[in-house]
C-alpha cells in the first residue's frame, strides 16, 4: 500500500486546516455577523482584495454578515477640496448644511459604491445601503454638545436589511441617517450604528475592525478576552485611551442589548476576518458579557 | 328625506371623483411602474412633494413602483466647483476618473439620498440603489465614440429590486453601472437604464417625466396617442428634436421588450403621475406596440 | 413654462381630491370592516348602484367588507302574500314554522341573492351566506319573550367567512342560524349578528347603514362623535328612540369586544361609506370606546 | 391459545368489511366527486340522514365531495301557492320574473339551506352556495326554444368551490346561474350545472342520484357498466327513456371534458353512495369513456 | 319502489359496518398512534400481512402510526448458531460485545427489513430505523445490575420520525440505541422505547400487541378499561404477573408523559389494531389517566 | 505598524488554505454528491474517523452526501462462520435464502449501523436506510447468469432519501433491495446502486472511494481526467483490468444519466474527499462526458 505516499503530505496538511475550521462552521453557521469596517482595512488598497475575500468565505459557510461603514477622513478630504471651512466645538467637527451635503456625497455616494463594488469583484452579492433607505436609522440632533447635523440614533427599523438577507444580499451600510419624519438627515458614529443595528439584529457576533491589534494594557499586554465589567474599568482607570473607549462602550452596549460576542480586531492583519472566525487562534480581543474565563475553548481568539 | 341634503353637494362630487378612480385603480393593481424622474420633477423644490404625495398614492392603490434617476446638471455643477476640466468629444462630455468619482457621489450619494428622504417625508418606503448595487446594472464601456467611462447596459440582474418589492419597498436607482467582474463603474444614460430596467421586470408601463407636455408636433400640436412606428416616422422625419429622440428610441425598445405601455408625461404639471394613472383626462402622450386606434377608452390619455 | 397651463386647473383639482384620500386609504388598508346594510340603502334600486361602487372601492384599496343584511319587511310582504296568519307577543312577530320558511325563503333566497347580484354587476367577488352555512351562526331558542323560532346567536364560527376573504371575496351573510346540531334554524336580529360578527373577525370598523343621519340629540343636533358611555347615556335618559336603541347596544358591544370603531351613517347618501371612509367631512356618528376627544382628526366624522 | 374465541367472529367480519374498503379509500382519497342530488333522496324524510352520514364518511376518508341540486317540482308547488300563471312552451314550463323569483327563493332560499342544514347535523361542514355566488356560473338565455329566464351554461368559474374545498368545505350548490354582467339570474339545468361543474374541477366523479336503478335495457335489464359511444345508442334507439336522456348525456358531456367516470345509482337505496363507492358490489350504472371491458375489477359496480 | 330490494340487504348491511366506523375515523384523524409489536402478531407467519392490512387502513383514514419492535427469541437463537456463550446476571441475559453484535444484525437487520417488506407487501410505505438512525435513541449503560451493553433510554430525538411522518411514512423502529457521543450502541428495552418514543411525539395513543387478551384478574376476568392508579394497584398486589408489569409500567409512564390512552391487545387476534381502534367492540384493555368510568362511550374497548 | 508581525506567518498561511477552498465550497454549495463507499475506507478502524470529519465539512459547506455502501467480504465471514456451504456460479457467490438472510442481517443490520454510529460521532446527522425502506430500491431477479437472490435494480423511487436530505439528514444506503410488490428482497452490486441512485437525485457527482490510486495504465501512470469514451476505449482494449471494469461502467452509466462528473479516489488516503472536492490538487481519477480538456481548472483533480 505504497501509494497513498504519492499524496504529497503538504496536500494532507491542507486538509486538516480545513477541517480544523470545522468545529468553528458548525458554530457560525446561519449566525448575523456585524462588521463595523473602517480604517487601515477600508483605506489600503491591497487589504480590500483580503477583506472582499473574507466575506466571501463567510457567506460560503452560511454567515450573514452585514457591514457598517464610516469615513471621517474622507469627508474632511473632501471638504478642503471643496474650500469649506471646518469649526469644531469642544474639539469635535460641526457638520453644517455644506458639511453634511459633503458627508452623504462622500459616505452614501463614493465609499459606499467604493466597498460594494470591491465585494462584488470577491463574488460578494453586497448592496450598499445608508440609514436613510427604508428608514434604517432613525436619528435626532445630538444637544450636547450642539454639533449642528450630527444625530444620535433613535430607533433602527431593520426591515430592509433583514430583507436583502434573507436572499444571502450582504447589505453595506453608511452612517448617515434620517429624522422619523423624513425630512432632516444626520451625520452618525458609525460604530454606534454597528452597535445598534447588531442589537436590533440579534447578531451573534459585532466585530470591530480597527489599526490596532485589539485592548492592550501597559501591564498585561494584548488581551485576548474580557468581560464587559473589565471593559468598564479599563475606561474607568483611564487605561483604555481615546480612540478605544467608545468602541468600548458601543461593545458593552451591544452585549447588554442581546449581541453575543464583541470582537475588536486588527485589520491591518490580511484576513483577520478568517483568522478570527475560523482558526483557533484569534487575532485580537473578545469581549463578552460574563467573565472570559467561563467559556470553554471552543472559539478563536 | 330632506336630511341627506344636509350633507354638502360638493362632499358628493368628491365621492364622484373617487370613483371616477376604481377602474384605473382596478387596472393597475399589482403591477410594475417603471418611472424615470428628471428634470424640473426632480430639480425645482416645490414639486418634490407632490410627486412623493403621488408615488404614495400609487403604493396605496397596489401599484409597484420603481424609480431611475440620472442627474447630469449636478454632476456638472459639482464638476466646475472641484475644478475639473470638462473635456468634450464629438460634443459629449468625456468622463475621466476624477468626473466618474464625481458622477459617483453626486448621483449614488447626493441626489439618491435627497430622492429617498423626499419619498420617506411622504410616506414612502423608498430604498436607494445604484446599478452597483447587488450587481443591478452590468455595462461595459461605450466605444462609439469613446466617451471615458461611459458605458453601455449589457444586462440587467433586478433581482435585488424585485426582492424589495416584494415587501413594497420602493427602489430609487441611480444611472451608475458596473461591469461584470466589479472592477469598473461606468455612468450611463438614464432614459435607458429605465427601458432597460422595465423591459427585465415586465413593467406594465414605463413613465417618462419630461419638462415638455409630451410628443408635439407643428401640426398636430401634443399628440396624446401614438404607434411604435409613428415613433420610428417622427425621428426618421426631423419632426422628433435632440432631446426627444432618445426617449421616444427608449419607448420603442421597451415595447419590444414586453412593456405594455410607454408614457411621456409633463413632470412641471403638479401630480402628473397621478392624473396620468388615475383620471381620464391624462397629461401627455401615451405610446403603444399597436397602432393607438386599437386601444379602448379604460385608460387615461 | 406656460404649457402646464394647458392642463385644465379642474383635473388637477381632481389629483387634489384623490390624494386627499391617500391617509385615509393607508389608514383603512388590511383592515376588516362589517356593514350592516338594510332599510333604503338595501331597498331603493336607485342606491343599489353606488353602493356596489363603494363596496368596489374598498376592495380596491385593500380593505375586506363583509355585508351582513335581514329584510323583516321582505318576509312580512311574503307572509301576507301566502295568506301567513301573523300573530304578534308583547308587540313582537312570533315566527312559527311557516314563517321561518319564509324567512329562509326571503333572506337566504331571494334577497340575499339579490345583493350579490348587484355587487357583482359592480364588479365585486360577493359571495353569498347565511348563518347556517358552514356553521357561521350558533344560535338558541330566545326564551324571554318566546316568540318561536326566533333565537339569539351564541357562538360565531367566522372560518368560512376568514377563508372566503383570503382570496379577497367579499361574503354577504344573511342574517338566519342554525342551533349546535344543525336541526333547527333560527330567525336572528341582523344588527347582533353584524356586531357579533364584527367582534369575532377583529374587525377594524363597524358601520350601520340606516335611515337616518346618525345619533341626533333635540339639543344638539347630529353628533359626528360619540362615546360608549354616553350611548348608555342617551338610551337611560330616553334621548335615543325605539329604533336606535338596538343599534346603539349592539355598537357598545362590537366596542367592548375589541372593534375600534363604529359608525352610524346615513344609508339614503348615495356613496355613504365613501364618503365616510374617504374623506374628512364623514356624513354621520362615529362612536368609539374611548372618549371622543382623544381621537386626532385622523379620520372621516 | 383459546382465547382468541373469546372474541365473537361477528366481530372479526366487521374487520373484514373495513378493510375490503381499503382499496376503495385508497383510490379515491383526495378525489374530487361531483354529486347531482335530487329525486327521493332529497324529497324524502328519512333519507336525508343517510345521506349525510356518506357525505360524512367521504370527508372522512379524504375525498372531496361536491353536491349541485335543483328542485323544479318545489318551485312548482310554491308558485301554485302563490297563485302564479304557469305558462308552458313546447311542453316546458316557461321562467317568468315571479317565476324566477319563486325559483330563487326556494332554490337558493329554502332548499339550498335545507340540505345544508341535514348535512351540518350528520357533522359535514357543509356550505351552500348558487351560482351567482362569486359569479360561480355564468349563463345566457337559452333561444330555442324561448323559455324566458331559462339559461344555459356558458362558463364555469370554480374559484369559489375550489376555495371551500381546501379547508375541506363542502358546497352544495343551488341550479341558479347569473350572466356575465351580473345583471339578471337564470335558472338552469341540474343534471348540466352538475356535469359542467364536474369537468371544470377535473373531478374523478360524477355521480347522479336518480329515482331509478340505473340504466335498464327490457333485454338486458340492469347494466353494470357502460361506454360513452354505448350511451350515443341507447339514446338514438330510443331505449333510454325521457328522463334518463338529459342524464346520459351530460354524463357523455363530463366524460368527454375529462372526467374520469360517471355513475347513475339508486338514491331510494339507503347508503347508496358508500355501497357505490366502498364495496365491490355497486348500485348503479357506471359509465366511463372507454369500454366497459377495459376496466380491471378495480372498483365497485 | 320495490327495485332497491334488488340490492341484497347483505350489501347495506355492508354501508352499515362502515357508517358504525366514522365516528372512529373522525376521532383517531390526524393522530399519532405508536404500536409496540411483537409476540405471536410478528412470530408468526399468518399474522404479517392481517397486521398489513390493519396498518394500511390506519393510513388510509389519515392515522399517522409509527411501529415499535424488538426481538429478543430471535438475538438468543442466532446467538446459539453462532456458538455464543450465554451469561446471565440475576436471572437476566448479559450482553456482550458479540451479543450486542448479534443483536443489531437481527433487529436492525433481519427482524427490521422483515416487518418493513411485509408492510410494503401490504401497501404501506414503511421506512425501517434504529434508535442508532439520527441520534433516535440516546441510552447509557444500565447500572443496576450491570448487563453489560443493556442500556436505558435517556433522551429521544425524534426529528428524524417525524420527518419521515410528514410524507405519510410509516417508521419502524428496532430497539438499539446509541449513547450521546455515537460511540457505543446499546440494547434497549422495546416496551419502554415504545413508551418513550410515544411520549416525546405526543402522541394519542400506545398500543401494546401482546399474547394474552388484555389485563386478566382472576375475581374480574379481562378488565376492559383500566385507570392508571389501578394499574399500580395491579402491581403492588402481586396481581400482575412478571410479563405484564413491564407493560403496564411503561402505559402509566407514557400516560403521565402526555399520551391520551394506552391499549393492551391480544395481538393473536386478527385485525386486532383495526377491532379495537374501529369497531365500539374492542378487543383488549384500554388505560387512561382518568378514572375508566369518565369516558364516555365515545370510542372501542 | 509593526504589530501584525505578532501574528504569527503561519496563522496569516492558515486562511490562505481555507480561502483557496472558497471556489470549491461555492461551486459545490447546495449540490448532491452521491459517494460509494468501502474497501479499505470502510474496513479500516482508523479510516473512519476522518471519513466522518469529512463528511462533517461537506455538509457544513451545504453540499447533501448520499453515502451507499455493499460488504461482500463481511457477509462471507458470517456465512462462514455459520457453517453454510458457499455455491459458485460462474465464478460467482450463489446467493440462496440462508444467504440473502445473512446478507440482510450483516449490510443493512451491523455495517450500515456501524456506518451511522461513526458518522454520528464524528457530528453528522447520518441515518440508515436499506433498498427496501420506503421502496427505495426496486430490483427484479438476474437472470444470467441464475445467482440466486442476486437481483438487478429496475427502478429507483427516492422519496425517503430527498425528504432526509431536506432536513439535512445523510441518508446510509446498503445494497438491498425488494421486488415491486414486497415480498421478495435481492442482494443488489453496491456500484450500480450508487450509480442509479445519483442519477435519480441528479446528482452532481458520483465518487467512489477504491483501493487504487484512481485509473492507472502502463504507459500513461495514474490519468487525472477520462472522458466516458475513453473509457470504453479502456474496458475494450482490456487496459481496465477486473475491479476497475465495473465502476466504469457504472460511471459511464451515471453520467449517461445526467450526473455531471464521477471521481475514481484512492480511499486509503486520510481526507481523500476533501482533498478531492476543496483542493486543487485532486487524489484520483475525474469522468466527465466530455473530452477532459474541455473542462477549465475550476476543480481539483
Keep these: 500500500m505504497e501509494l497513498p505516499t504519492l499524496i504529497a503530505q503538504r496536500t494532507i496538511a491542507k486538509a486538516r486546516i480545513l477541517l480544523e475550521a470545522l468545529p468553528y462552521m458548525r458554530e457560525h453557521r446561519g449566525k448575523i455577523?456585524?462588521?463595523?469596517?473602517?480604517?487601515?482595512?477600508?483605506?489600503?488598497?491591497?487589504?480590500?482584495?483580503?477583506f472582499a475575500e473574507d466575506i466571501a468565505l463567510l457567506t460560503s459557510t452560511g454567515i450573514h454578515p452585514v457591514i457598517v461603514h464610516g469615513g471621517g477622513p474622507q469627508v474632511t478630504e473632501?471638504?478642503?477640496?471643496?474650500?469649506?471651512?471646518?469649526?469644531?466645538?469642544?474639539?469635535?467637527?460641526f457638520t453644517d448644511d455644506a458639511t453634511l451635503d459633503v458627508a452623504t456625497m462622500v459616505l452614501a455616494g463614493r465609499l459606499n459604491t467604493k466597498?460594494?463594488?470591491?465585494?462584488?469583484?470577491?463574488?460578494?452579492?453586497?448592496?450598499?445601503?445608508?440609514?436613510?433607505?427604508g428608514g434604517l436609522l432613525h436619528a435626532r440632533k445630538q444637544l450636547e454638545p450642539d454639533l449642528g447635523h450630527v444625530g444620535e440614533v433613535v430607533k433602527v427599523n431593520a426591515e430592509v436589511v433583514a430583507k436583502l438577507m434573507e436572499t444571502n444580499f450582504v447589505p453595506?451600510?453608511?452612517?448617515?441617517?434620517?429624522?422619523?419624519?423624513?425630512?432632516?438627515?444626520?451625520?452618525?458614529?458609525?460604530?454606534?450604528?454597528?452597535?445598534?443595528?447588531?442589537?436590533?439584529?440579534?447578531?451573534d457576533k459585532l466585530i470591530f475592525l480597527n489599526d490596532v491589534p485589539g485592548v492592550v494594557t501597559p501591564t498585561a499586554g494584548l488581551l485576548s478576552e474580557l468581560g464587559a465589567s473589565e471593559c468598564a474599568d479599563l475606561i474607568?482607570?483611564?487605561?483604555?485611551?481615546?480612540?478605544?473607549?467608545?468602541k468600548l462602550q458601543s461593545a458593552v452596549g451591544a452585549l447588554k442589548n442581546g449581541v453575543r460576542r464583541v470582537h475588536l480586531i486588527d485589520g491591518r492583519v490580511e484576513h483577520a476576518l478568517v483568522l478570527e472566525l475560523f482558526t483557533p487562534e484569534g487575532v485580537g480581543t473578545m469581549i463578552s458579557l460574563d467573565a472570559p474565563d467561563e467559556h470553554p475553548p471552543a472559539e478563536g481568539s
Excluded: H
Excluded at 463594488?117 to 452579492?125: E, K, N, P
Design 115 to 133: 466597498v460594494v463594488s470591491d465585494l462584488l469583484a470577491g463574488g460578494v452579492r453586497a448592496v450598499g445601503l445608508s440609514g436613510v433607505d
Design 236 to 246: 474607568q482607570s483611564g487605561v483604555a485611551d481615546g480612540g478605544m473607549i467608545p
Design 33 to 50: 455577523v456585524v462588521i463595523k469596517y473602517g480604517g487601515a482595512a477600508m483605506d489600503m488598497a491591497p487589504l480590500a482584495r483580503p
Design 172 to 203: 453595506v451600510v453608511a452612517s448617515i441617517a434620517i429624522d422619523e419624519l423624513g425630512g432632516q438627515a444626520y451625520n452618525v458614529n458609525a460604530d454606534v450604528v454597528a452597535s445598534e443595528l447588531a442589537a436590533e439584529l440579534a447578531a
Design 78 to 93: 473632501m471638504s478642503n477640496l471643496l474650500g469649506l471651512e471646518t469649526r469644531f466645538v469642544d474639539g469635535l467637527r
